[in-house]
Nanobody
Framework: VQLQASGGGLVQAGGSLRLSCEASGSTSSILGFDWYRQPPGKQRDFVAGIGNSGRTNYEDSVKGRFTISRDNASNTVYLQMNSLKPEDTAVYYC????????????WGQGTQVTVSS
């Protein structure tokens, strides 16, 4: 499985962006999708996740502002980000786990989101 993320960019505080992540390859064995982010000089942290059942969960600081969704037909996961703040500035990564005899930990290449004040 490979993940291709897109949709990052520069936006003013209060604006919106939508990130996309398309999965290709053996997608039938994927165990949900997540988005993580890594601000400059900091560790990579969980932002949002969606399971194969459609159940979602969010990091507290993005609840009510970010929405994760998925299109199973195109194997694409989205992160709609509204009311963006400068502290949302980070490289955003999509992530999945694939089960094929063992668990494979798979990351996309990252997309930069910059929110100006």
């Amino acid at each position: 499985v490979q993940l291709q993320a897109s949709g990052g960019g520069l936006v003013q505080a209060g604006g919106s962006l939508r990130l996309s992540c398309e999965a290709s390859g053996s997608t039938s064995s994927i165990l949900g999708f997540d988005w993580y982010r890594q601000p400059p000089g900091k560790q990579r942290d969980f932002v949002a996740g969606i399971g194969n059942s459609g159940r979602t969960n969010y990091e507290d600081s993005v609840k009510g502002r970010f929405t994760i969704s998925r299109d199973n037909a195109s194997n694409t996961v989205y992160l709609q980000m509204n009311s963006l703040k400068p502290e949302d500035t980070a490289v955003y990564y999509c992530h999945t786990l694939r089960f094929a005899g063992r668990i494979y930990d798979i990351w996309g290449q990252g997309t930069q989101v910059t929110v100006s004040s």
